[in-house]
DNA sequence: TGTGATTAGAGAGCACCGCTCTTGACGTAA
DNA sequence: TTACGTCAAGAGCGGTGCTCTCTAATCACA
């Protein structure tokens, strides 16, 4: 009984292994709303209502991949990191974004899917949080690691930020305990600034503009570690 | 002759306004990728084949879109500066950063086709370029002003931009002549870090965290202003 | 003022989409 | 052997962008 079941088992969870990188290719070339089940279907050779049987819906799939996605720039950035010394909290930083910018230069309808507009009519259900913070919890142990050794000093310019932002810090200093409220700010900024110039880049607000990419990223991801307080 | 002819035309024109403001309106709702070419024509009272005598093209319509949309933002900035004592460079800088946040929030999918991930099989054509830095050219003219005054005096915690950039600092500086290398990759760096805020704000990767938006967003941009050398 | 040229909308049609429903084949457990 | 659950197949629904042809209105000019 258990080994006809996992045979039949077995057999589903490599269909559903296909589809999903067939999707994850159509969707390389085609971006998300070009992501088609039909189209999936026929390159698998099957008619498009028996994708229905391993996913109930396009919906799903889009789930799917996305979870497949953060995972993957995760596992990408968690590599970075481990790849430094773990005391060298600046170079660290700088390995993490590097990483998130390699990652979305080599998917960059993936990481469209992740960071980019939200699919209309998409919701996000409750299975993509916890990949979603995979990469962010690798910056929350930098910042935390650099703050415990002492490394962090924040340079004295910015304004200490206003009491009301005290309960969003608390929530995010789940992710770097210990840390206090003016430099989780300035770890937000740094996250988003980082995140900002990648899709920019990557969106093509860039273009016609700036052509030595890495070096400016390089450059500008430094200043965001120093604003941050990151050593030199 | 003229007369009837802009007879013609005026009602043309006058349709084509009626489509783009309906087509709006469906991208406020739908999003780009649910625009509907139909859709927008049944809304009229019109054959779908009817509106292709005003836009051949889905594309069309879109690229109209996005130069509205770049006008309109670009508009809402330049009234924001307009509104700030000339000498108040870091008021500017923070009423331009309110504006695009505030712009954004009441134009999602507008903004999510300007600044978000690009519409699959799209090109942007020429038209979009200029409209597309009306807003940049603000921003220009807020650190060209600061820096003429003297009031621009970065702290010194970023290492100098490495030369390889200066070819790229020269295009940029055409909006912001006079100031130097590194002031120049400063502003780029304030400048992503701002749509990088709104795009996580907007995209939905401040959910579950951020609660305080508006606070966190002013306190983050003014230290993006401090990070550029903006007076206190 | 009448006429030929131009422009407009209507409608049918193509190939595609996501999704739903029913049908029949198949393997398995009772 | 029978009864059941699973699955592929296929038809069909309403939608999409886009193209084509046909007719009606409008315009420019003789």
Known sequence: MNAS???RERVRAELIKEITDIA????????APGLSLRAVAREMGMVSSA???????????????????????????????????????TGRWLAVCRAVREWALAHPHEYALLYG????GYAAPQDTVAPAVRDTAVYGRIVTDAHRA????????????????????EVVR??????????????????T???????????????????HRAELFDHNVTCLGRLLGLPE
Chains 1, 2 share one sequence.
């Open 24 to 31: 994850r290719r159509h969707l390389a070339t085609a971006g």
């Open 193 to 211: 600034g980082l995140f900002g110039m990648v899709s920019f880049e990557l969106f093509g607000q860039f273009n016609n503009t700036i052509t």
């Open 51 to 89: 994708i229905y049987r391993y996913f109930p819906s396009r919906d799903d799939l889009l789930t799917a991949l996305i979870i497949d996605g953060y995972n993957a720039l995760g596992e990408a950035v968690e590599r970075a990191d481990a790849a430094c010394a773990a005391g060298d909290f």
């Open 174 to 191: 789940s992710l770097m305990p210990g840390v206090p409220d003016d430099v989780v700010t300035r770890a937000i900024a740094a996250w």
């Open 150 to 169: 002492g490394r962090l000093v924040p340079p004295p310019i910015c304004p200490p930020p206003p009491a009301v932002l005290a309960e969003d810090a």
């Open 117 to 120: 507009s939200p699919v209309p």
């Open 5 to 7: 079941r996992t045979a």
